[in-house]
């Protein structure tokens, strides 16, 4: 059995429902963060200009504007209804790493968002490892695949 197996049952089997509401509240707010972005991409574009070269292609920082505000959108939607849960948590890993090293930490003043993205990059690595819960689409379809087969 690899890693990533003994990894998937040991949070199968360490997964209380109160982690289902807590999963559920992180992905609405990923996807509402997503919105905010997709409503205001020129306040994201300007702090990623802030804070990196400015040297860089345009294509560059649009393509990184538009990488931000879809993971955050489908992939909050879709860690809410807990369908594909540590896909989408990977996919955030970079965006949220970013959002605490990056953007936060590099900040010359203490910034109060930089506790909701440690708390947010914490709650990600979180459901990375133990993935969706009793309370999802995911533990749906499956009882609803073993059921079909026996």
């Not at 489908?74 to 896909?87: E, V």
């Not at 996919?91 to 930490?105: D, Q």
Request: glycine letters at 8%.
């Amino acid at each position: 059995m690899n890693i990533t197996h003994r990894i998937s049952a040991w949070g199968d089997r360490h997964h209380p429902k109160i982690l289902d509401i807590i999963r559920m509240i992180f992905g609405a707010f990923l996807a509402f963060k997503g919105i905010v972005f997709f409503n205001d991409a020129g306040y994201l574009r300007d702090l990623i200009l802030e804070k990196e070269a400015v040297n860089q292609p345009p294509g560059l920082i649009t393509a990184i504007i538009y990488y931000v505000t879809y993971v955050h959108i489908l992939g909050g939607g879709l860690i809410f209804i807990g369908l594909y849960t540590r896909l989408w948590a990977l996919l955030e890993l970079p965006i949220l790493f970013g959002a605490v090293f990056l953007v936060n930490i590099a900040a010359p003043f203490v910034y109060s968002e930089l506790w909701l993205s440690i708390l947010s990059l914490a709650l990600d690595c979180l459901f990375m490892i133990i993935g969706s819960g009793p309370l999802s689409l995911d533990r749906l379809l499956l009882k609803s695949k073993t059921f079909g087969e026996e």
